[in-house]
């Protein structure tokens, strides 16, 4: 069900792991259109910044995806998706408090940075952060589960992925 994912050097796995990224961010995507995340501020993010949001969302979980995959071997011997899982969320909380950081004392205009510190603000920095953990444990997942089936059927699910993402963005 689950395939090692953890072995940095092993660049086939990087096809599943975007596609495990980015299905990840289509789920919160389906989550806030039939309105399982009741924050408007995410709305109004998907909304406005449409595909810049996406690659932004997805280009931070696969930072955070590849530094694991770089960690992983010194810390663990052999795979255990539940030991990868959980160092990808130590990451992702490091990641996440250097972004609230960052956000908070921008002093540059910067519209994502704007945006991003009244949509922490409107939820809070706990919710902020464990919706982080959420998507980057669906990420691990779904990139595991990808691993385990072929390129080809890759290939297929990241132009599926990408067609539907056009269909989703306009229902936020």
Not at 76 to 99: P, R, S
């Amino acid at each position: 069900m689950f395939s090692d994912i953890s072995n940095v050097e092993n660049i086939d796995n990087y096809l599943p792991i975007l596609n495990g990224c980015i299905n990840a961010e289509l789920t919160i995507i389906f989550l806030c259109v039939y309105e399982f995340f009741v924050s408007q501020k995410l709305r109004i993010w998907y909304k406005t910044f449409q595909l810049t949001a996406l690659v932004f969302d997805i280009s931070a979980m696969l930072l955070i995806l590849i530094l694991t995959r770089y960690l992983y071997k010194f810390i663990f011997g052999t795979f255990h998706i539940f030991y990868f899982i959980g160092l990808a969320i130590i990451l992702q909380i490091l990641y996440t408090c250097f972004f609230a950081l960052l956000v908070n004392h921008y002093w540059l205009k910067n519209d994502i940075f704007s945006f991003q510190k009244k949509y922490i603000a409107e939820i809070g920095f706990g919710k902020f952060l464990l919706y982080s953990v959420f998507v980057m444990v669906l990420a691990c997942l779904m990139s595991s589960y990808y691993s385990t089936t072929s390129t080809n059927s890759n290939i297929i699910n990241l132009i599926l992925s990408i067609y539907f993402y056009s269909f989703m963005i306009n229902e936020v």
